[in-house]
């Protein structure tokens, strides 16, 4: 269906995205869900902060799988990506901050082997 704007000329409607909150009007309490989202991705991001440390601190990678750390560290580029182009800001903040803690592991995975 289409519209006319004041000059006259027709133009396509335009679906505005609706906010990623599809359950909210099915369930009694969405808040719930959000905070298990919330806690999941506060433990996922931060389970890698003692790795972070203990990598910076002694500088010792052999134990890390590279093919794991770099599959893993693209992937969450890739999710950070995806969450921006949905405009997901919870997706966004974790990913990105996943990937802060990700990348010193991995660019010291690849220089101390």
């Known amino acids: 269906m289409a519209s006319l704007r004041a000059d006259g000329i027709e133009r396509k409607n335009v ?10 009007r099915r369930m009694a ?4 869900i959000d905070f298990v989202g919330v806690a999941g991705a506060l ?8 790795q972070v440390l203990k990598t910076v601190r002694e ?6 799988s590279l093919p794991a750390t770099s599959a893993f560290t693209l992937g969450i580029l890739l999710w950070l990506i995806y969450g921006i182009a949905i405009g997901d800001w919870p997706l966004i903040g974790s990913n990105a901050a996943t990937l802060a803690l990700m990348a010193p592991i991995l660019a010291m995975k690849l220089r101390y082997g």
């Not at 433990?43 to 003692?50: A, G, N, R, S, V």
């Not at 500088?59 to 890390?64: D, F, P, V």
């Open 15 to 24: 679906t505005r995205r609706k906010p990623n909150h599809a359950y909210g």
């Open 29 to 32: 309490f969405p808040w719930i």
């Open 43 to 50: 433990l996922t991001t931060l389970c890698w902060l003692p």
């Open 59 to 64: 500088k010792e990678t052999r134990a890390l």
